[in-house]
């Protein structure tokens, strides 16, 4: 009877551990500092918060209604990003043609505009008198200062986070293995579907997140082109900014609540995204 291959590896050699790479001794010095720098002011804003009314503000009708429009809207901006953006990612990171970087730049430029002037282009594009607004408008259809507005505004701010997310594991990730499904007889569609997709997953779960919690967050933009409607189009972020000015105790629990909603997001698709990586 033959020897039993050891286990630990397909072909039974057996599997070495992991070899860490070695990092400089005064590494941890700037890491533990740019940790503290983002660690240090949540938590003077969890101290802020008046615990002994913390739910009772929280869940304020007003509070309800925007924390579920955020949620709604984000999840919309989301899954249209995605519909958008993933053919993006894909043909920029297959591409050869030299455009590619300006069409890149283009794409991405929302990541580096400020949120108010996104918003002063969607209303120059979308708004009753805009290039698109107009010609919907004697159709009867309006979009700026309405629930779609919001879904418009964070759909373009944050769409650059999922499409540069994609495109980076596509880099990563080559395109061997569809070369040699193209070779077995796959036809592009089946293999976008069956190999390119599946091997990208934990890159797309990423910009998934990313581009939620991007949405979620909207502000500048959202506050230029969709208003503050209550029920309407203001957001969690509109409904914290406005009562600043009215009730610090009720926005800083507000806040409190996104920063909450955002760890709870990231924290899931870590590890999903661990969990398919092992």
Same mark, same amino acid.
Do not use: N
């Given at each position: 009877?033959?020897?039993?291959?050891?286990?630990?590896?397909?072909?039974?050699?057996?599997?070495?551990?992991?070899?860490?790479?070695?990092?400089?001794?005064?590494?941890?010095?700037?890491?533990?500092?740019?940790?503290?720098?983002?660690?240090?002011?949540? #938590? @003077?804003?969890?101290?802020?918060?008046?615990?002994?009314?913390?739910?009772?503000?929280?869940?304020?009708? @007003?509070?309800?209604?925007?924390?579920?429009?955020?949620?709604?809207?984000?999840?919309?901006?989301?899954?249209?990003?995605?519909?958008?953006?993933?053919?993006?990612?894909?043909?920029?990171?297959?591409?050869?043609?030299?455009?590619?970087?300006?069409?890149?730049?283009?794409?991405? #430029?929302?990541?580096?505009?400020?949120?108010?002037?996104?918003?002063?282009?969607?209303?120059?594009?979308?708004?009753?008198?805009?290039?698109?607004?107009?010609?919907?408008?004697?159709?009867?259809?309006?979009?700026?200062?309405?629930?779609?507005?919001?879904?418009?505004?964070?759909?373009?701010?944050?769409?650059?986070?999922?499409?540069?997310?994609?495109?980076?594991?596509?880099?990563?990730?080559?395109?061997?293995?569809?070369?040699?499904?193209?070779?077995?007889?796959?036809?592009?569609?089946?293999?976008?579907?069956?190999?390119?997709?599946?091997?990208?997953?934990?890159?797309?779960?990423?910009?998934?997140? #990313?581009?939620?919690?991007?949405?979620?967050?909207?502000?500048?933009?959202?506050?230029?082109?969709?208003?503050?409607?209550?029920?309407?189009?203001?957001?969690?972020?509109?409904?914290?900014?406005?009562?600043?000015?009215?009730?610090?105790?009720? @926005?800083?629990?507000?806040? #409190?609540?996104?920063?909450?909603?955002?760890?709870?997001?990231?924290?899931?698709?870590?590890?999903?995204?661990?969990?398919?990586?092992?």
């Amino acid at each position: 009877m033959p020897d039993a291959k050891p286990s630990g590896h397909p072909d039974g050699r057996r599997s070495r551990p992991a070899v860490r790479g070695p990092v400089p001794w005064w590494l941890p010095v700037p890491a533990v500092l740019g940790g503290l720098f983002v660690v240090v002011p949540v #938590l @003077a804003m969890v101290g802020r918060v008046q615990w002994v009314s913390f739910v009772a503000l929280v869940t304020s009708p @007003a509070s309800l209604t925007a924390l579920g429009l955020s949620l709604g809207t984000a999840t919309a901006a989301t899954g249209i990003a995605f519909v958008l953006g993933y053919p993006l990612a894909v043909l920029f990171a297959r591409s050869r043609s030299r455009w590619t970087g300006v069409a890149r730049a283009v794409v991405l #430029l929302p990541l580096v505009l400020p949120p108010v002037v996104g918003g002063l282009a969607l209303l120059a594009a979308f708004g009753r008198l805009g290039v698109v607004g107009a010609f919907l408008d004697e159709h009867g259809l309006r979009i700026a200062f309405t629930t779609a507005a919001v879904v418009i505004a964070q759909t373009f701010v944050a769409m650059p986070f999922l499409v540069s997310s994609i495109e980076g594991a596509l880099r990563v990730e080559g395109d061997r293995y569809e070369r040699v499904a193209a070779t077995l007889g796959a036809g592009p569609t089946r293999t976008f579907l069956t190999v390119t997709t599946p091997r990208v997953l934990p890159g797309i779960t990423a910009g998934l997140v #990313l581009c939620f919690a991007r949405a979620l967050g909207e502000f500048g933009a959202t506050l230029t082109f969709a208003g503050s409607l209550q029920g309407v189009t203001r957001t969690l972020p509109l409904e914290v900014y406005l009562q600043r000015e009215i009730d610090p105790d009720i @926005a800083v629990a507000l806040a #409190l609540v996104l920063v909450v909603v955002a760890v709870l997001v990231i924290g899931l698709a870590s590890v999903r995204t661990r969990g398919a990586a092992l």
